[in-house]
C-alpha cells in the first residue's frame, strides 16, 4: 500500500500501541482523540478492507479551525470515526 507522505508522517508521530497482538510492534499505532488501536493496514485510501472499524486517516492535534497548520509536528493519526464525531461536535 502507498500512503502519502503525510500520513507516513502522522503515523511516526503517533504514540505506540502496547497490546498483547503479535505484531503489535510494527502495525499499531494509538488514535489521538481515543487512544484505541489503529491498524497500518486500516489506512482509508484502502480497498475492501476487513478492518473497517479501524479505518484511519490524518488530523490535526491543532484544529485548523483554532488556528492549527498542516505543518509536520500538527498532523497525527485518528480513527475515521473519531474524527467524524468531533468534526459534529
Ligand atoms: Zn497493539
Ligand atoms: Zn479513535
Known amino acids: 500500500m502507498n500512503l502519502d507522505d503525510k500520513a507516513i508522517i502522522a503515523w511516526n508521530?503517533?504514540?505506540n500501541c502496547n497490546c498483547d497482538i503479535q505484531d503489535c510492534a510494527e502495525n499499531h499505532k494509538?488514535?489521538?482523540?481515543?487512544?484505541d488501536t489503529i491498524i497500518y493496514g486500516?489506512?482509508?485510501s484502502v480497498k475492501n478492507q476487513r478492518n473497517s472499524k479501524f479505518k484511519w486517516n490524518i488530523d490535526h492535534i491543532i484544529p485548523k479551525s483554532q488556528g492549527g497548520t498542516n505543518s509536520n509536528?500538527?498532523?497525527?493519526?485518528v480513527h475515521v470515526k473519531c474524527?467524524?464525531?468531533?468534526?459534529d461536535s
Open 30 to 35: 494509538i488514535c489521538y482523540l481515543c487512544g
Open 13 to 15: 508521530n503517533a504514540e
Open 42 to 44: 486500516a489506512h482509508e
Open 83 to 87: 474524527n467524524r464525531r468531533k468534526a
Open 73 to 77: 509536528d500538527n498532523i497525527i493519526v
